[in-house]
């Protein structure tokens, strides 16, 4: 197959190659009318002409390109959404995402560090699946953007989600609704999630504002699954009457799954003896339970928007403090008044 040139667009546009390739190459000419601009592009489009993406990126040194290095979210559907913002800004802006997922293999991430390097991207964000505070690793271009993530010395343009105030926000649905014997059902302190002091954080703020003594019987810790909230709702749930909650503020989705297992095995119902909120807004299953779940939601998709356009230049950040992207409570039907009859 015979490669159509700059020459062919020339011939069939009547004008000279120094004129299609400005036109082509975006260089701005006042002495290019733009009736000839107009006239190159439909020659270009009618030919089949295709820049010589290589031969352009060393005039312009640009690749169009940029690189995401990431754990696991392109395999993860629940963090997935977070390559969807980013991809859908750089598509705009007329850019492709290099996505390389290490799978937390030090050795891949190194080697996906040094091929981006090589193919002279244009800019670069490292990626997390869930938030976390990373170490920054060796070779990182000190102007890539962070994403889900914040890095131990301050130093770099960084999101994450605002964690302390989406808790804030889950438990004043609880309050609102009438509720005072509130639990919280947290993540076990091994697993060291900075989401889980920061919600914890939100959770007491919320209590002291509405004049609620903290009863440490009503934090109750486990693994972040659906098991784990299953079996913490279900202690929490055999404590005196008077003493038991009226409303669970669970960590996750998951958790706020077995919390509604826990319930309905005791012949409680959702609502109407047990109100619970979740976090995530977590595919598949906040929307899916019975009845659909009230949430906090991660903002995977606007934080993988804002990450982009600062990779890319189309928005300042200060590499002083990550950007706190907000958590928008959804509202579902898994909240009600206390009843008077079960602890309220």
């Not at 002091?197 to 486990?222: F, K, M, N, Q, T």
């Not at 039907?333 to 009859?341: E, F, H, K, L, Y």
Request: net charge negative; glycine share 8%.
């Amino acid at each position: 197959m015979t490669r159509v040139r700059m020459s062919d667009v020339a011939a069939r546009a009547g004008v000279s190659t120094a004129t299609v390739s400005m036109v082509l190459n975006g260089v701005n000419s006042t002495r290019i009318s733009p009736q000839t601009q107009q006239r190159v592009r439909d020659a270009a489009e009618a030919v089949g002409y295709k820049p010589n993406s290589v031969a352009r990126s060393l005039r312009t040194q640009q690749t169009r390109m940029v690189g995401l290095i990431s754990d696991t979210i392109a395999s993860t559907p629940f963090a997935g959404r977070m390559l969807a913002g980013a991809n859908d800004v750089a598509r705009e802006q007329g850019h492709l995402v290099i996505l390389v997922d290490t799978e937390h293999d030090a050795a891949a991430e190194r080697q996906a560090l040094h091929a981006l390097s090589g193919q002279q991207v244009d800019a670069m964000i490292y990626a997390c699946m869930w938030h976390q505070v990373v170490e920054v690793p060796d070779g990182l271009p000190a102007d890539a953007v962070l994403l889900d993530c914040a890095p131990i010395t301050a130093d770099r343009a960084a999101v994450v989600p605002d964690e302390r105030a989406g808790g804030i926000a889950a438990v004043r649905e609880l309050v609102a609704a009438g509720h005072r014997r509130i639990a919280f059902l947290d993540a076990e302190e091994r697993f060291g999630l900075v989401a889980s002091r920061l919600r914890h954080e939100g959770y007491l703020e919320v209590l002291a504002e509405a004049g609620i003594e903290p009863d440490s019987a009503l934090h109750a810790r486990a693994e972040p699954v659906a098991g784990g909230g299953r079996d913490a709702a279900g202690r929490l749930l055999e404590l005196p009457a008077g003493r038991r909650p009226t409303a669970m503020f669970c960590f996750n989705d998951r958790m706020a799954m077995g919390a509604y297992a826990a319930a309905h095995h005791r012949g409680l119902s959702v609502p109407g003896d047990l109100s619970v909120v979740g976090y995530d807004d977590q595919q598949l299953v906040a929307a899916e339970l019975d009845p659909p779940l009230t949430t906090i939601a991660l903002p995977h998709y606007e934080m993988g928007r804002w990450a982009m356009e600062v990779a890319l230049g189309l928005r300042p950040a200060d590499p002083a403090e990550p950007h706190l992207m907000p958590c928008p409570v959804i509202r579902r039907a898994s909240v009600g008044p206390p009843p008077a009859a079960f602890g309220g």
